[in-house]
């Protein structure tokens, strides 16, 4: 089964830029997760998918984070401007409706340096 | 805002010996799960327990749940170098999952 994908893996942009990553989640998973983290914190929520519907997007800084999953498979989250703190990994991940909804598969993650 | 909080922050050991890890969270869940991450890569899930119940196995792996107390424990036993990674908690409520801060454990060959 092929995991969750991710690009680019690496990003480099100074502040003021635009920057957005791409996911590919597991087939079948209808769940769609958008986590930001930030080094040495642990993973927080940015947006979730349920097929191409937001769940939630609460902690979404909406002024320059935007995101969607087309046709409920693909996703982007886009940056426009980035800032300084919004240096930090981008991970992406998918889980199936139903009673395993909550366990996550991860991709390896988009790690953004802002200069 | 982050729901569970990781104790210690980190932890280094002798290849061989038991890794004790603890988690505490503030409101009710249906479930609590904890998950590896190696350095430079994705978390990995690891283990589920359901807010019903108390204990449960893995492998080298044993987590407790005490909803009492609103903290659980993760136990790696015999542990290797390969074990060397961050652990985080995360608590389930609703179709929401919610992580820690991360224990950072260093298992020395």
């Known amino acids: 089964e092929a995991g969750v994908a991710q690009s680019p893996r690496y990003k480099i942009i100074e502040k003021r830029q635009s920057v957005a990553f791409w996911c590919n989640p597991i087939?079948?998973?209808?769940?769609l997760y958008w986590y930001q983290q930030i080094l040495g914190q642990g993973p927080k929520l940015l947006i979730q998918f349920q097929n191409n519907g937001v769940v939630d997007d609460s902690q979404l800084p909406k002024d320059r984070f935007s995101a969607e999953r087309l046709k409920g498979v693909d996703s982007t989250l886009k940056i426009q401007p980035a800032k300084l703190e919004d240096s930090a990994v981008y991970l992406c991940?998918?889980?199936?409706?139903?009673?395993?909804?909550?366990?996550?598969?991860f991709g390896a993650g988009s790690r953004l340096t802002v200069l | 805002s982050q729901q569970g909080e990781e104790d210690p922050q980190a932890l280094s050991i002798q290849e061989g010996e038991n890794a004790t890890m603890n988690c505490s969270y503030k409101t009710s869940i249906n479930n609590l799960q904890w998950y590896r991450q190696n350095s430079g890569r994705g978390l990995v899930h690891l283990i589920l327990?359901?807010?019903?119940?108390r204990e449960k196995h893995s492998g080298r792996l044993r987590v407790t749940l005490d909803t009492s107390k609103k903290s659980s424990s993760l136990l790696i036993t015999a542990s290797r170098a390969a074990d060397t990674a961050s652990y985080f908690c995360a608590t389930a409520a609703g179709n929401k999952l919610t992580f820690g801060g991360g224990t950072r454990v260093l298992v020395k060959p």
């Open positions: 991940a998918s889980s199936l409706s139903g009673v395993e909804a909550n366990v996550l598969t």
């Open positions: 087939s079948g998973h209808a769940t």
């Open positions: 327990i359901r807010s019903n119940e």
